[in-house]
């Protein structure tokens, strides 16, 4: 233990001690084992092989845009001041849950060693993934994210569930719009997510047994969607293109309206919506009436 400071002067845990010489082991070089201000938790701040470091495979894709900025700002300093967070799964792996575009930057930069923060505890991603405001989620990464996490817990925590991981998931709309965008990435998902946000709700039960369920959930949305394509569509050959057309269509066909105290379930809400979809009368929709109602509430962001 002498290569490495130790703050406070105490023993660390043994779980930090095993994972600083595996650091050690994998070609890094752990430089002090700590205690974390808030919980005390043991930590290791280290240099790690760029090679061994990879995002968890539950994160959103990392964003080109950003990754250039902040190339240029690093180039611009000329210095890498901050550390990235790791966990280990396995020796020989380590994944960043909270780095991804400092790791993608210093890889361009060809950096052999990177900084870090190594977590002991493995399953702490998780919770990392949800503090994770490097750069802020948009709803389709957001609910991208989330559903990898979902689909990997249900292989390393099957017996858990969904409102267990309730702060890590952050809402259970997100859920259900990932299924959502994994099939059609330019999913909608703004324009239903106000309605999504009302009844979607975490489901009881472990992974396993709720995710058909969710699947069944992303499944009334879709064809909901199919039926708002086909309005979309006749109020296009009317002339009516507005980019918030969409959100106008469902904000007049929704059946949650304001004035309700209590709300319908899922399914009810949805087949009820399909219906009324069915029924809109695009004859009776004016341009400006679509133009009107985007200037008070814009449409949200994808």
Aim: glycine residues 6%; positive net charge; aromatic residues 8%.
């Amino acid at each position: 233990m002498s290569h490495w400071t130790v703050f406070p002067d105490t023993a660390p845990s043994k779980q930090a001690g095993a994972l600083a010489e595996q650091i050690e082991r994998d070609g890094g070089h752990p430089l002090a084992i700590y205690q974390d201000p808030v919980g005390d938790h043991w930590q290791i701040c280290c240099l790690l092989p760029m090679a061994k470091v990879e995002p968890t495979p539950y994160q959103r894709d990392p964003s080109p845009t950003h990754i250039k900025r902040l190339l240029n700002a690093v180039k611009k300093v000329d210095r890498f001041v901050d550390p990235i967070v790791v966990v280990s799964p396995r020796p020989g792996v380590y994944w960043t849950p909270n780095g991804n575009h400092r790791r993608a930057v210093l890889e361009k930069l060809k950096g052999a060693l990177i900084p870090a923060i190594a977590i002991p505890e493995a399953d702490v991603a998780f919770q990392i993934l949800a503090l994770n405001t490097e750069k802020a989620h948009n709803l389709k990464e957001k609910s991208l994210e989330v559903i990898r996490m979902y689909r990997g817990l249900m292989t390393e925590d099957p017996t858990a569930g969904e409102e267990e991981y309730a702060f890590q998931f952050e809402a259970p709309h997100f859920i259900t719009l990932g299924l959502l965008y994994e099939t059609n990435k330019r999913f909608a998902g703004g324009a239903f997510a106000p309605i999504l946000r009302r009844v979607d709700k975490f489901l009881k039960g472990a992974f396993p047994k709720t995710f058909p369920e969710r699947e069944e959930r992303a499944g009334m949305v879709r064809r909901a969607d199919e039926v708002l394509g086909d309005v979309v569509a006749r109020l296009k050959k009317r002339g009516i293109g507005h980019p918030y057309v969409k959100n106008f269509v469902l904000s007049r066909t929704t059946p949650l309206t304001r004035q309700r105290k209590t709300l319908p379930g899922f399914e009810q809400t949805f087949k009820k919506l399909a219906a009324n979809l069915e029924e809109f009368d695009v004859a009776k929709v004016r341009y400006e009436d679509v133009q009107r109602a985007a200037v008070v509430v814009p449409p949200a962001a994808e």
